[in-house]
């Protein structure tokens, strides 16, 4: 089977990083963005520097039209896809719900709920043996917050991480029959720009006393967990959500 996989939100953090690793483990990577286009190519030269095939391409997930441009351009460039990480993603500024916004919960929403359920759509038209397709991997990026609720910060990010995991086990069990596996990987405090967005850039080094490992952990240890249930390693993995989060 050829190994296509795409990586969404893969220009930077874990999502780079994980397409970094799965490139070295023989797929061709496709590293979607929404913006930064030039930390995109940093990815894709990387990849092309040791050997490996990959290419960018630019598309907002909570946009339709534009998930729908973004597969066809990889189905051209790389062939039919049969790996997906959901990565993309958004936080905002710490915040009490009763000091939120409708468009603030919309957005977070329409980009970390949306935005997968969307992907993961076109995904499985291209997987599932029920359309023609060979199988395949999907792993959603939740997060610890999912369990944790993060009260006084981030609860609409959390309820919205909640909702990845439902559909993770919802589709893992429509598509199983179809060769396709679909699981989660929940972080917990890692050591990414996600937080400096969220106005934390220090949340790490404020809240690791919290984790039983005493750290943080890195985009690299959360991708080497997204790598493996991508693999035929992962062989009989599906419906799962693994937290690698230190214990927290």
């Not at 990987?185 to 106005?199: M, N």
Request: net charge neutral; glycine share 10%.
């Amino acid at each position: 089977m050829n190994k296509v996989l795409l990586v969404t939100g893969g220009s930077r953090g874990i999502g780079a990083a994980s397409a970094l690793l799965a490139a070295q483990q023989g797929w061709s990577v496709a590293v979607n963005y929404t913006a930064n286009s030039l930390a995109a190519d940093e990815v894709v030269r990387q990849i092309r520097s040791a050997g490996g095939q990959a290419i960018s391409v630019k598309a907002d997930v909570a946009e339709e039209d534009q998930v729908l441009r973004m597969f066809e351009h990889i189905d051209a460039k790389l062939g039919r896809l049969t790996g997906l990480v959901n990565n993309a993603g958004v936080v905002d500024v710490y915040a009490r719900v009763a000091d939120m916004s409708v468009a603030r919960w919309k957005r977070m929403f329409d980009i970390n709920v949306m935005g997968s359920l969307i992907c993961a759509r076109e995904a499985v038209r291209r997987m599932s043996t029920r359309y023609g397709g060979e199988g395949g991997s999907i792993v959603n990026v939740s997060s610890a917050a999912s369990r944790l609720g993060s009260p006084g910060q981030y609860v609409d990010y959390a309820a919205a991480k909640g909702a990845i995991d439902a559909f993770t086990l919802g589709l893992a069990k429509e598509v199983a029959a179809e060769g396709i596996r679909v699981n989660a990987v929940r972080p917990g405090l890692i050591d990414t720009e996600i937080h400096a967005s969220g106005g934390l850039p220090n949340r790490v080094k404020d809240l690791q006393h919290l984790v039983p490992m005493q750290r943080g952990g890195t985009a690299e240890e959360v991708a080497q967990s997204i790598v493996w249930l991508l693999s035929d390693a992962a062989s009989y993995t599906t419906m799962s959500l693994i937290d690698v989060s230190g214990g927290r």
